[in-house]
């Protein structure tokens, strides 16, 4: 599952790693360097054998690096490096999965080591060539106190460059191995990204602590700051918690909806994704972009409000009919308003079926008036409903979806909205709805689709 060229890339940076670890130490260390050496890689190893699930539960973290920022103060370059290698003997429970093999365990496994030995020894390195008041008598070891304040700015730097240095080395492999999860998983990690560098530069500040401690209390401020150490990881395991409780929140709502209404099974999806394509396009910072898949995983809540029999019917509707799919967009958000998670992402919920010349409803909110991640989402939402089967009709080509929403741009759809989606489409490409037969216990199907832009509903006057 891993491809040729993600081989290559891993052979290379193992092989960079080797090359520093079995490189003799520095000339000149006493036994306080062996000493501090294995302390630091025990802290490294307790760390990352029990990293904190992230909330796709397709990757983890763990607070390691602050050992090895330690290691860049106290032991320098190559002895970062060393305790970096380390992560190739950490203790991790993981299931294997049909797709993962020995294999691609293994090349995870030496690939972490190598990554952590490279950007180790790219922090020591950094921290070596900013900081010129160190004395030449300590190259290694504690500093003296009076020496830190000196230390501060170049360690921050060499923070940074081993943040840096090591989500480089993943985001590489993730374009290399793009398609598979044999190695990484691309989607659960570049979507923790933004969280997992904001972590590592704060947790890596207290390789200078554990420095600082070693003056005092010698090797006994590893066992110290274990206990921050793992008040952050357990911290973290809460956050993956209360981010996966979300996911479940979403997904019960979801499949309460496709129970009632069988057309729009995985319709839900897919517009999350479609509603995420063009919120990357335009611009939306990280917080937003998983904001409107939120709000375009529950656009359709509202049909929770709706009678079955009303979306079930396949002649025209009655107004009062009518009145209630006119209604589900406003009945969503009475279901999901309390949902403080949420927060932007109703208003893509309420506003969902506004057109920009006005036509729309449920407020008949017309061009800027209507939010921004209503009008996302409405292109989402119209064009996977043109290219998903119906009962009435056969699904339509992705050609055919994008001449309908040019089409519609400045009447029904923000034509900057459609140019976003098609840009991102041609980039990305879409996932189509796979054919469903209609199960057999279900009665009749709904021939109204206020969906699809290209099959208005049929009202008549109330019978």
Not at 13 to 19: L, N, R, S
Not at 290 to 303: N, P, Q, R, W, Y
Not at 367 to 391: K, L, N, W, Y
Not at 436 to 446: C, H, S
Request: with cysteine; net charge neutral.
């Amino acid at each position: 599952m891993v491809s040729r060229a993600a081989w290559v890339y891993i052979g290379l940076v193992v092989a960079a790693a080797a090359a520093l670890v079995v490189k003799s130490p520095p000339g000149h260390v006493g036994a306080h360097y062996w000493v501090e050496l294995v302390v630091l890689q025990l802290l490294f190893l307790i760390c990352d054998s029990a990293p904190a699930p992230l909330a796709s539960r397709q990757a983890s973290w763990s607070p390691s690096s602050s050992a090895t920022l330690a290691a860049v103060v106290l032991l320098g370059p190559f002895g970062a490096a060393l305790v970096g290698a380390v992560s190739v003997l950490s203790v991790r429970r993981k299931q294997r999965s049909a797709d993962r093999s020995l294999a691609g365990a293994l090349a995870e496994r030496l690939f972490n080591g190598a990554m952590y030995a490279l950007s180790g020894f790219a922090a020591g390195v950094t921290f070596v060539r900013l900081q010129h008041r160190y004395p030449a008598s300590h190259p290694f070891g504690p500093p003296p106190p009076h020496y830190f304040p000196y230390l501060v700015a170049p360690f921050l730097a060499a923070a940074v460059v081993h943040v840096l240095a090591n989500q480089g080395l993943i985001w590489v492999i993730l374009r290399l191995n793009r398609g598979s999860s044999a190695l990484l998983p691309r989607s659960g990690i570049e979507s923790s990204v933004p969280m997992l560098l904001a972590s590592d530069l704060c947790f890596a500040s207290l390789g200078l602590v554990i420095a600082a401690l070693w003056t005092v209390t010698n090797w006994f401020a590893a066992v110290i700051v274990l206990v921050p150490l793992f008040v952050a990881r357990w911290a973290m395991a809460q956050f993956a918690e209360q981010q996966q409780a979300y996911q479940s929140t979403m997904s019960a709502l979801c499949q309460a909806v496709e129970t009632k209404d069988f057309y729009t099974r995985g319709h839900s999806e897919r517009v999350s994704r479609g509603s995420g394509m063009i919120a990357r396009q335009i611009g939306m910072r990280q917080a937003r972009v998983e904001a409107i898949k939120f709000a375009g995983m529950l656009h359709d809540v509202g049909k929770l409000g709706v009678p079955t029999q009303v979306l079930q019917k396949t002649g025209p509707l009655t107004e009062d009919e009518f009145a209630a799919i006119q209604l589900h967009p406003m009945r969503g958000l009475d279901i999901v308003r309390e949902i403080g998670f949420l927060q932007e992402a109703l208003a893509g919920i309420t506003h969902h079926h506004e057109r920009i010349d006005g036509k729309g409803y449920p407020m008949g909110l017309a061009g800027h008036e209507i939010p921004i991640f209503a009008r996302v989402i409405a292109v989402a939402d119209a064009f996977d409903s043109m290219t998903s089967t119906r009962s009435y009709r056969e699904a339509r080509s992705i050609g055919e979806a994008v001449l309908e929403l040019r089409k519609g741009a400045e009447t029904q759809f923000d034509p900057l909205i459609v140019g976003a989606f098609l840009t991102a489409l041609e980039r990305e490409g879409w996932r189509l709805a796979a054919p469903q037969a209609k199960p057999a216990d279900l009665g009749v199907i709904t021939a109204q689709d206020h969906d699809d832009p290209t099959a208005p509903l049929r009202v008549v006057d109330s019978l």
